[in-house]
């Protein structure tokens, strides 16, 4: 299974013309946990998941890659 997140979660982020910062910021992370999901070095559990789909407003899905529809 090709792991998207990372990919899912670098393009959100530059629709929303956001630093890494802001988002650590937003869902309550440190800054290099962020960027380590970002890199694919570290997968997020169930909670910074809602986290993310929420603060980027998609579904968890399409943030994992189960699907291409937000």
Same mark, same amino acid.
Not at 40 to 46: A, E, F, R, T
Not at 59 to 70: M, N
């Given at each position: 299974?090709d %792991?998207?997140i ?6 959100l982020? &530059?629709? &929303?013309?956001e630093?890494?910062?802001?988002? #650590? #910021? #937003? %869902? @309550?992370? #440190? @800054?290099? !946990?962020?960027q380590?999901?970002? !890199?694919g070095?570290?997968l997020?559990?169930i909670?910074?998941t809602?986290k ?8 968890i899905? !399409?943030?994992?890659g189960r699907?291409?529809t937000r």
């Amino acid at each position: 299974m090709d %792991i998207v997140i990372n990919r899912r979660l670098k393009e959100l982020r &530059k629709e &929303k013309k956001e630093t890494q910062v802001q988002v #650590a #910021a #937003a %869902i @309550e992370v #440190a @800054e290099q !946990y962020y960027q380590k999901l970002e !890199y694919g070095l570290n997968l997020p559990g169930i909670e910074n998941t809602w986290k993310l789909a929420d603060h980027f407003g998609v579904t968890i899905d !399409y943030l994992v890659g189960r699907t291409d529809t937000r």
